[in-house]
């Protein structure tokens, strides 16, 4: 049950990180059997050069491509069944050339990227992969004609390039990309949505009764972080509050007494609140912020 909750996450996610580089088809249909590719990726004709944000996931957005993330190990049949859909979309493709008459680059045919946590040396070994040189372990190739990848998450190194894969991962791969996540800066461009999508993922695992090992120790990891977001959250709400109950009580405060203000905690945000009510200008909250 929980399986579905991580696919939906899972293709939310990438199309949340990748819709400002080219249009995402999210659960895109193909010909034959009725089949859903999971992330069907077109960059843009310009190339926007904050791709390279994303690190290796932007190198994959690089050119089209097909994104198939699991949630648990990917099965021999599984990888088989990416690769078919990978064959059927370029079949449309040469379709659609041969009815405008036109020829279809190599440039344009997707390349497949299958996302998956963990992978046997085995089952590696069965599709006869190779890894690259100019690639970071973990990538695994299939043979040139196939244009396919298996990414094994668990073998990526631990590093800023890789942390927006490794949070597709689980157990302690996913858990130590959540930390990373947490250390980024507030101002990152991708934190925001990203919390979003997460604490989201957090809730529909809270109501689940069926949880896994993994999904409990993943709530519980979220927690601390969740808290400290809604306080933030809070505390955010109440700067702007009382700022603007200064600004009408005794003008227009200036940016270093706004920074002051900032730095207080909500319990002195509260008091402030109860104290500016006495203030008549800028002296008096310049009196209580130096008592602080």
């Not at 579905?4 to 080219?22: N, Q, R, V």
């Not at 999210?26 to 310009?46: N, Y």
């Not at 659609?96 to 070994?125: C, F, G, M, Y």
């Not at 002051?260 to 104290?275: C, D, F, H, T, W």
């Amino acid at each position: 049950m929980t399986r579905f909750i991580h696919d939906k996450f899972a293709k939310d996610y990438l199309e949340e990180l990748l819709k400002d580089y080219g249009e995402v088809k999210a659960s895109e249909k193909v010909s034959g059997e009725i089949r859903e590719i999971d992330v069907l990726f077109t960059p843009f004709k310009q190339q926007n050069s904050n791709l390279q944000i994303l690190g290796l996931l932007g190198r994959f957005a690089e050119n089209p491509a097909i994104i198939e993330p699991f949630r648990n190990p990917a099965s021999t049949d599984e990888i088989c069944d990416c690769i078919l859909k990978l064959l059927e979309v370029k079949a449309s493709l040469r379709r659609e050339t041969k009815a405008n008459k036109t020829k279809l680059q190599d440039s344009e045919i997707p390349q497949l990227w299958v996302l998956t946590p963990t992978v046997s040396e085995t089952r590696l070994s069965s599709f006869g992969t190779v890894q690259k040189a100019d690639w970071l372990s973990g990538v695994h190739f299939l043979p040139e004609a196939l244009r396919t990848a298996i990414v094994a998450i668990h073998q990526l190194p631990q590093t800023p390039e890789t942390l927006w894969l490794r949070l597709l991962g689980r157990g302690n791969v996913q858990s130590q990309a959540i930390i990373e996540l947490q250390a980024l800066p507030l101002n990152h461009p991708y934190l925001k949505a990203t919390l979003e999508l997460v604490y989201n993922l957090r809730e529909n695992l809270r109501v689940n009764q069926q949880l896994e090992a993994d999904d409990r120790e993943l709530i519980m990891r979220l927690e601390p972080l969740y808290q400290r977001d809604r306080e933030q959250a809070i505390q955010s709400g109440e700067q702007r509050l009382v700022i603007r109950q200064l600004n009408r009580r005794i003008g227009e405060i200036n940016e270093s007494l706004i920074e002051r203000i900032k730095g207080l905690s909500i319990e002195q945000l509260e008091n402030l609140g109860e104290a500016l009510l006495d203030f008549s200008n800028i002296a008096d909250l310049e009196t209580w912020l130096n008592q602080q």
